[in-house]
């Protein structure tokens, strides 16, 4: 009899096993070890009482899981026993783990005990395919970990050949004077790098060698689970390896993403390498830790006190609330109807408030609210309290501000010691100009005076530095970045712990991180960390960024959201 092609293990036959004339066969009966075609199947082996509970299987699934899994059921029927091989399995020893006849049962199983054989088939089914889904699932996971060190390893590499692009152009424009110091930054960068990339380089070494690992057995486990012999799967099973590696994802601190190139500007002999040619420094990133809803319109102004206490100031709605953040809600603590514009924190941990109005008010620690001190008839705009303790109060003859500020105008900052007497003021500079327009907002770091000037009625301004003698030490107006088509819109300005300056930029919705030179480190588009409409920010003792925003004023019933950010 001729044979056509192969399929699965078996040789299928040219013609029907039945009626030897069709030569369309369509399906094999295991039991019977048949091939046949439609017509002998339906009209003959189906009507048959003897092969009526037959299994067939239709050939085009041939070769899948469920059709190995019904010859093995066929199989397991028929299966002969391994020590009287005259004799068919009928059960399964759990003592000895392994298939019985009944000779075997007679024997040397007296006593034990016993499961049906086709249970214990089901079960070991079940537990191989158990074990081929984690292991799919530690090849996706090691999958995942090979794209991701494999994209550290680009950015890093990118990122390194950007910097090293950076110091040699740098090197080549001031030629031998800094040749010295070009080599010595690549040393350091080059120390950087180098480890990280090596670190990743061997986790993605071992990550690859992991995941070949895990496919080898993943395609052992599958050639098993095909097969048509029932005894196989149980001599799989007691070599069965189920150990599996922890999928631990390694951390890797590619600082290299988070340093920077600041090419150097002054020149000569007596300056330092910083100053001359530029140094490496650690460029942060900021990291979303949570977000809040507020119940007001928008937070003006924020301040964090300790113990976890905030107060925040709403100007439009005229509120101020000392609030807690809970793990998903604000706690409003206590609710007082006060304009608020800008506030600060004293020694003894009193709240100095400017409200627009001539007092500078205080709440006190027996919870009152106090006159501190009056600049009648000039109106209070901004509030700051030094390490020193002196306190910057900025001042302007009305409130509203109005614009642009005249000859008869008064834009003003002055200081007062710890009992409320002025001992100096900022106005104009030594030329007779006027310093500011609005000093809206006010830091001081060291022995400088870090002001928000805001220039006009739509809020644009600029960031300006004087010392105690009233110099002007730099301006900033903002830098070339620009991603929303928006101009320079501080609205907030503070320090971090790692001497930069952060300065809110409220219409760019981004932050601006300065160094105390007024040089741009970073401009950070904080939208798509889904912060909107920032106005105000300020630092907690443990580090954590509260940004405070204003709500969109087409939708009257909004309110304003509170996020918190950490720097990495």
């Given at each position: 009899m001729a044979f056509s092609q192969p399929t699965d293990d078996a040789q299928t036959p040219a013609v029907c096993q039945l009626c030897e004339e069709s030569s369309d066969i369509r399906w094999k009966c295991i039991n019977c070890d048949v091939f046949m075609c439609q017509l002998c199947t339906t009209k003959i082996h189906t009507k048959l009482k003897s092969t009526d509970k037959h299994e067939l299987i239709n050939l085009k699934d041939l070769g899948s899981e469920n059709a190995a899994k019904t010859i093995c059921k066929v199989d397991l029927q028929n299966m002969p026993c391994t020590v009287h091989n005259d004799q068919m399995c009928f059960a399964f020893c759990t003592d000895c783990d392994q298939p019985v006849c009944l000779d075997c049962l007679i024997e040397s199983h007296e006593k034990h005990k016993f499961r049906k054989l086709n249970e214990?088939?089901?079960?070991?089914?079940?537990?191989?395919?158990?074990?081929?889904?984690?292991?799919?699932?530690?090849?996706?996971?090691?999958?995942?970990?090979?794209?991701?060190?494999?994209?550290?390893?680009?950015?890093?590499?990118?990122?390194?050949?950007?910097?090293?692009?950076?110091?040699?152009?740098?090197?080549?424009?001031?030629?031998?004077?800094?040749?010295?110091?070009?080599?010595?930054?690549?040393?350091?960068?080059?120390?950087?790098?180098?480890?990280?990339?090596?670190?990743?380089?061997?986790?993605?070494?071992?990550?690859?060698?992991?995941?070949?690992?895990?496919?080898?057995?993943?395609?052992?486990?599958?050639?098993?689970?095909?097969?048509?012999?029932?005894?196989?799967?149980?001599?799989?099973?007691?070599?069965?390896?189920?150990?599996?590696?922890?999928?631990?994802?390694?951390?890797?601190?590619?600082?290299?993403?988070?340093?920077?190139?600041?090419?150097?500007?002054?020149?000569?002999?007596?300056n330092t390498r910083s100053s001359i040619f530029g140094d490496l420094c650690a460029v942060p990133d900021f990291e979303l830790v949570k977000s809040y809803q507020s119940d007001v319109s928008n937070v003006l102004d924020i301040l964090n006190c300790d113990s976890n206490i905030t107060f925040i100031a709403c100007y439009n709605d005229r509120k101020l609330q000392k609030v807690k953040f809970a793990k998903n809600n604000i706690k409003v603590e206590e609710d007082f109807s006060i304009n608020v514009l800008d506030m600060a924190i004293s020694k003894n941990d009193e709240i100095l408030l400017a409200?627009?109005?001539?007092?500078?008010?205080?709440?006190?620690?027996?919870?009152?609210?106090?006159?501190?001190?009056?600049?009648?008839?000039?109106?209070?705009?901004s509030i700051h309290v030094s390490k020193n303790n002196e306190i910057f109060v900025g001042l302007a003859e009305c409130f509203p501000v109005t614009y642009p500020a005249t000859e008869d105008s008064v834009r003003r900052i002055v200081v007062?010691?710890?009992?409320?007497?002025?001992?100096?003021?900022?106005?104009?500079?030594?030329?007779?100009?006027?310093?500011?327009?609005?000093?809206?907002?006010?830091?001081?770091?060291?022995?400088?005076?870090?002001?928000?000037?805001?220039?006009?009625?739509?809020?644009?301004?600029?960031?300006?530095?004087?010392?105690?003698?009233?110099?002007?030490?730099?301006?900033?107006?903002?830098?070339?970045?620009?991603?929303?088509?928006?101009?320079?819109?501080?609205?907030?300005?503070?320090?971090?712990?790692?001497?930069?300056?952060?300065?809110?930029?409220?219409?760019?919705?981004?932050?601006?991180?300065?160094?105390y030179a007024g040089e741009v480190i970073v401009y950070k588009d904080i939208k798509p960390l889904g912060i909107e409409l920032p106005l105000s920010f300020s630092f907690d003792c443990d580090g954590i960024l509260w940004i405070g925003c204003n709500s969109w004023k087409a939708d009257k019933e909004s309110k304003a959201k509170i996020f918190a950010v950490k720097l990495v």
């Open positions: 214990v088939y089901d079960i070991a089914i079940s537990e191989m395919k158990e074990l081929q889904n984690k292991l799919e699932t530690c090849l996706q996971f090691y999958g995942n970990e090979k794209e991701r060190f494999e994209k550290l390893l680009l950015d890093g590499d990118k990122k390194f050949q950007e910097i090293k692009d950076q110091i040699l152009l740098t090197e080549k424009e001031i030629k031998e004077t800094v040749s010295k110091y070009a080599k010595e930054l690549l040393q350091e960068l080059e120390s950087k790098w180098k480890p990280t990339e090596n670190k990743i380089k061997t986790e993605l070494s071992v990550t690859e060698k992991t995941k070949e690992d895990l496919k080898v057995r993943e395609d052992s486990l599958k050639k098993t689970l095909q097969s048509h012999q029932a005894s196989e799967m149980f001599s799989s099973r007691k070599r069965l390896d189920k150990t599996l590696p922890k999928n631990f994802q390694e951390k890797i601190n590619c600082d290299i993403l988070k340093t920077k190139f600041l090419p150097g500007k002054t020149y000569g002999k007596h409200t627009g109005e001539s007092d500078i008010k205080v709440y006190s620690k027996d919870k009152q609210f106090k006159l501190y001190k009056s600049f009648s008839p000039l109106k209070t705009i007062l010691n710890q009992d409320g007497d002025i001992r100096y003021r900022y106005e104009y500079d030594k030329d007779n100009q006027r310093l500011f327009t609005k000093p809206c907002k006010i830091i001081t770091l060291d022995d400088n005076v870090y002001i928000i000037d805001c220039l006009n009625a739509n809020w644009e301004g600029r960031v300006i530095v004087v010392n105690y003698g009233v110099q002007l030490l730099w301006t900033y107006n903002g830098c070339d970045i620009n991603l929303y088509g928006k101009t320079f819109h501080p609205s907030d300005i503070t320090a971090t712990s790692t001497d930069f300056l952060c300065v809110l930029d409220a219409f760019n919705q981004a932050i601006h991180l300065l160094n």
